[in-house]
Nanobody, 119 residues
């Protein structure tokens, strides 16, 4: 079992920056592939960025060059540095932890943190 708690959301003006954090507890954090998803009102949840247990990263095209995902396994924490924010980045951002080895599949979600980009 993994408990995930996001923090760092808020209201920011267009062009501004925020850093989201996802603190994990309850299992071996370093074994999990981690990701940030977001869901805007009336839209489906979408992948924003992911970072594997081996530290490979991937990004949605819409955030490439603006967002940076990272993790600190010693602190059991994942981060999302968001720069040059746009109104279309407004959404609830969710942290995801994924572990899949053979027949074992574990998938956990945080409660979400609201990011609002508006002037």
């Amino acid at each position: 079992q993994v408990q995930l708690v996001e923090s760092g959301g808020g209201l920011v003006q267009p062009g501004g920056s925020l850093r989201l954090s996802c603190a994990a507890a309850g299992s071996i954090f370093s074994l999990y592939d981690m990701a940030w998803y977001r869901q805007a009102p009336g839209k489906q949840r979408e992948l924003v960025a992911g970072i594997t247990s081996g530290l490979s990263t991937n990004y949605a095209n819409s955030v490439k060059g603006r967002f940076t995902i990272s993790r600190d396994n010693a602190k059991n924490t994942m981060y999302l540095q968001m720069n040059s924010l746009k109104p279309e980045d407004t959404a609830v951002y969710y942290c995801n932890a994924h572990y899949e080895r053979g027949p074992i599949l574990n998938d956990y979600w945080g409660q979400g943190t609201q990011v609002t980009v508006s002037s």
